[in-house]
């Protein structure tokens, strides 16, 4: 099946700090997503991206989708110990929604 | 709205008993996902349901499990007989149509001793 290889798998950063993480496929998707999961909730939806090429930011967040739809990453600017959480990326073509090992993200104050 | 909801959120059973793990979708959404999340595997798609019939089961990993869903506002997995290596964080998720816009529970903790 598709695969989605994430890195890293955890990251260890000082508030304030900025935080970039990766995701890429071997396998082409229509849409790329960014998600976020805190501990005992399931994952939440961060940035959607449509387009290959397409930059989009969500406040502190921006997110790209790559120009071969095979890959995305998403940057987090200025962290703060909220965003401490997991970040999966995630492919998604027709109902299928594949999703990364997740990157382990934790923000020490 | 209060968003897709799951029961339990705990589920402690002995090897050999049936779970069954309920969700309640979004109203309105037509599209619903089981998944299933452990460390070693991270999240698997096990089931996904479009205006209540099952359209792709392929993740299903045995016989033991099923999933029904008997109306728009309601699904069950089920697990006869639990094994250990069921232990596992299951999340049901919905959404409307082709959206990908899916909208997670706070899951099920499964727990087979």
């Known amino acids: 099946g598709q695969q989605l290889n994430q890195s890293p798998q955890s990251m260890f950063i000082q508030e304030g700090e900025d935080v970039s993480m990766n995701c890429t496929s071997s396998s082409i998707f229509n849409t790329w997503l960014w998600y976020k999961q805190d501990p005992g909730e399931g994952p939440v939806l961060l940035i959607a991206l449509y387009k290959a090429g397409e930059l989009t930011s969500n406040g502190r967040l921006t997110a790209q989708f790559g120009i071969t739809r095979k890959d995305s990453f998403l940057n987090i600017s200025a962290s703060i110990p909220s965003d401490v959480g997991i970040y999966f990326c995630?492919?998604?073509?027709?109902?299928?929604?594949?999703f990364g090992a997740g990157t382990r993200l934790t923000v020490k104050p | 709205d209060a968003g897709v909801i799951q029961s339990p959120r705990h589920e402690v059973t002995e090897m050999g008993q049936e779970v069954t793990l309920r969700c309640k979708p979004i109203s309105g959404h037509n599209s619903l996902f089981w998944y299933r999340q452990t460390m070693m595997r991270g999240l698997e798609l096990l089931i996904y349901f479009n205006n209540n019939v099952p359209i792709d089961d392929s993740g299903m990993p045995e016989d033991r499990f099923s999933a029904k869903m008997p109306n728009a506002s309601f699904s069950t997995l089920k697990i006869q007989p639990s094994e250990p290596r069921d232990s596992a964080v299951y999340f049901c998720?919905?959404?409307?149509?082709?959206?990908?816009?899916?909208?997670f529970g706070s899951g099920t903790r499964l727990t087979v001793v």
């Open positions: 998720a919905s959404s409307i149509g082709d959206n990908y816009g899916y909208t």
């Open positions: 995630a492919g998604y073509n027709n109902n299928d929604m594949r």
